[in-house]
């Protein structure tokens, strides 16, 4: 509502897990506004398509078919989505090949935020030691795509 939640709004879940703790410190602490919680994937990324939220993040989710509808639905509506840490989405290759892909999480920006936007959020999440450790650990052992 902007009053009792200043804005800008993050969405994102309560996950009590010291990665998105951190996360939603980082990007709160850079951007000011607050944090909206919204339970399961599709409804944080449509909070974004929608303009309802700047920005939604989550650190994994359970697989392609918590992404591919309400992801087309941002990007048709001019969104944005990319993984975690900032680099494209690589959960629907054919391949099947690459592993921990649900654990990559994403970052959803709304139709109308600046690529820019988009960016500083990546950068935000990748300061975070919490995220980096997090990173490192899910990239180990992954082949560099």
């Not at 944080?44 to 303009?51: C, R």
């Not at 939604?56 to 509506?77: N, R, T, V, Y």
Request: hydrophobic letters at 35%; charged letters at 25%.
């Amino acid at each position: 509502d902007g009053i009792k939640y200043p804005r800008p709004h993050l969405g994102s879940s309560d996950a009590d897990v010291e990665v998105m703790r951190a996360a939603r410190q980082g990007v709160l602490k850079r951007f000011g506004g607050s944090n909206v919680i919204y339970g399961g994937a599709g409804n944080k990324i449509l909070a974004a398509a929608l303009g309802e939220v700047s920005c939604s993040i989550q650190h994994k989710i359970g697989g392609p078919w918590d992404l591919c509808a309400p992801e087309a639905i941002l990007k048709a509506m001019g969104g944005k989505m990319t993984d975690f840490f900032g680099n494209e989405m690589e959960i629907y290759q054919k391949n099947g090949l690459l592993k921990k892909c649900n654990e990559r999480g994403y970052i959803a920006t709304p139709p109308g935020a600046h690529e820019s936007y988009h960016s500083a959020i990546a950068e935000t999440l990748m300061e975070v030691p919490e995220v980096q450790k997090y990173r490192d650990e899910v990239m180990a052992g992954v082949p560099a795509s």
